[in-house]
């Protein structure tokens, strides 16, 4: 089992950028996956992005491909989402998830779950 806590998030204008970060504390032998899954209010969590232990796969669910990133520093135990020409409808609680998997982020069922960063974009 892993501890994840997030960071980054705010408030800011479409068309705005923020990054928002991961730290891995626990379990850190173990190599997981790693990824963000997003919960609008009245909606559903859903996947956002993912990314394999050595982070040389990202997967990333189609309303923001080309505008968001993920990238990992598995020497600081620290995931990255860099979010680009962001839209009101990225406006959400965003998560951070691990998981053994890249399978069960997408699928909304990893191993641990952080607390969650508020992103708020304004139009």
């Known amino acids: 089992q892993v501890q994840l806590v997030e960071s980054g998030g705010g408030l800011v204008q479409a068309g705005g950028s923020l990054r928002l970060s991961c730290v891995v504390s626990g379990r850190t032998s173990v190599n997981y996956a790693m990824g963000w899954c997003r919960q609008a209010p009245g909606k559903e969590r859903e996947f956002v992005a993912a990314?394999?232990?050595?982070?040389?796969?990202?997967y990333y669910t189609d309303s923001v491909k080309g505008r968001f990133t993920i990238s990992r520093d598995n020497a600081k135990n620290t995931v990255y989402l860099q979010m680009n020409s962001l839209k009101p409808e990225d406006t959400a609680v965003y998560y951070c998830a691990a998981a053994i998997y890249v399978s069960s982020i997408r699928t909304g069922v990893p191993t641990s779950w952080g607390q969650g960063t508020q992103v708020t974009v304004s139009s």
């Open positions: 990314i394999n232990w050595t982070g040389g796969s990202t």
